[in-house]
């Protein structure tokens, strides 16, 4: 899979082998590790890092991808896929190199692969949970056209602290006068 995000230069593309070093050197950071689950590490090893790709690889249906230059690895976004009930709910959630921060990447990358991900995936709703501490998440959602749903007190434990949790979401509905959408 590849997606180009804005003017093309950066893109939404599938893991590849030669992207530990990229993935070791950026998402080794705690910054970006304390707004995420735990399951993204830190430190970020190198054993993490080949983990990672290895999963990535093996999904059916592909749900994790990189961002990237056309150099290098720089982030990461993905699903959850849910069953049961759930089914037509994905969980959204993504990270960008610190150097790559504050350029408007995420909020671009987000718009494109949440489009990608409703027709491809057949979603009726598209979520986000993000950390009371996280006020650039939050901002990148309501950008990228989520509605702000509710406030999940007490929803995380995160570094050994209970946390409260903003629930964000965007519907498929939602996006029927999107131009780019219906383009
Ligand atoms: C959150 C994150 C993805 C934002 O990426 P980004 O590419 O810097 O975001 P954008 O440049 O698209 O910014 C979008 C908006 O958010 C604002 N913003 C970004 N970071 C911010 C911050 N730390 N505090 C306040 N506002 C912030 C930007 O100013 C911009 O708003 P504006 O256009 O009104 O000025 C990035 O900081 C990151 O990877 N953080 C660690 C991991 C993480 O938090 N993932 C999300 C978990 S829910």
Known sequence: MRLPIGNGDYVIRSYESGDVAALMKYANNEAIARQLLDHFPHPYTEEAAHEWLRAAQEQDPEVSFAI????????GIGLLLRDDVFRRTGEVGYWLGEPFWRRGIATLALQVFTRWAFRKLDFARIQAHVYE???GSCRVLEKAGFTLEGRLRNGATKNGQLMDLYLYALLADELEGDEEWNG
Do not use: K
């Open 133 to 135: 501490i996280n006020p």
């Open 68 to 75: 990237a230059t056309p150099d290098e690895l720089i982030g």
